[in-house]
């Protein structure tokens, strides 16, 4: 894999723009646009910036440059047996570190094995003003207060443009093996609750027409698990998680708005028109619907959730709902400390949660 360091560049650069007062929009390889929004400003690449830092199996943490591909990632911790416990979407080739971090968005096993946020233990960041920060570190012992790496998970690089990640890795389960249960979605919500608290191994629970459920572990732990539920194995179940994953199932293909509701797992969302996903066991929710913006947000937070347009064929639609004044502010306050100007991807919604 090439390795090159363009610390020096790209902090030059944001330190140019800052001084000119011209807007930056960090760009990867441009896989998760369509969630992201593509920003206002002058683009600046980070796909020169590449390497694996460190990584020892032994230590289960890896750091990497921002614009090293997340496929060559992912293939040097299968040479140890190690794997992103967030099972992160590439949503095409050109997935990057730096865009998979910054995006915040993980896979099916999220629930079980953590988010990109409890992942990562340390960053190098250029704010706003192309100062070098870096907070954090690359063991766990040095992830304590206000842990401000983690505020970079999920930013969408309006807080700073990450130079390098470190993240705790996992390793590979002995086994692994999915169920099939036909049923309807509410019924398939009332099982995956329940197996939710059973103590079962679990790594995913999806409700797509049919009920799935991943278990994972040790081989005489899964198989136990695999008798007690009964239920049928899946044929092709790595095709199964991986397009969910990766949005390539035919459900997301659908017309309509794409939107993403997070919800509590026993939340009944009536009312809304449209076709449903369920993911992580319930809490995540994918809605393909022509109702209005109002109507979703409503309906996610009448349930005590949220919801945002993860994809639409209107490229200006206010993907977020507004913040709460008190988060407003808060949100205000530590943009301001990383970004006085907003000169990093002004435009973009990051999550608020």
Known sequence: MRSQDDSEYLAGRVSEACARGEPLRIQGGGSKTCYSGSGEGGALSTLAHTGIVHYEPTELVLTARSGTPLAAIEAALAMSGQMLGFEPPHFGSGA???GTVACGLSGPRRPWAGSVRDAVLGCRMVDGRGEVLRFGGEVMKNVAGFDVSRLMAGALGTLGLLLEISVKVL????CETT?????????GRERMIRWGGSGLPVTGMAWDGRLYLRLAGPEQAVSAAARRVGGDRAVEADTFWNGLREQTREFFSGKGDLWRLSVPPAADIGGLSGEWLIDWGGAQRWLRTDAGRNEVLAAAQAVGGHA????????????????????????RRVKAAFDPAGMLNRGLCPEAS
């Open 96 to 98: 990057t570190w730096g």
């Open 179 to 187: 169920l099939c249960f036909e049923c309807p979605s509410a019924e």
């Open 308 to 331: 945002r347009l993860f994809r639409s064929a209107n490229p200006a639609a206010m993907r977020c709902a507004a913040l709460a004044p008190a988060l407003a502010a808060l949100h």
């Open 171 to 174: 390793p590979r389960p002995e």
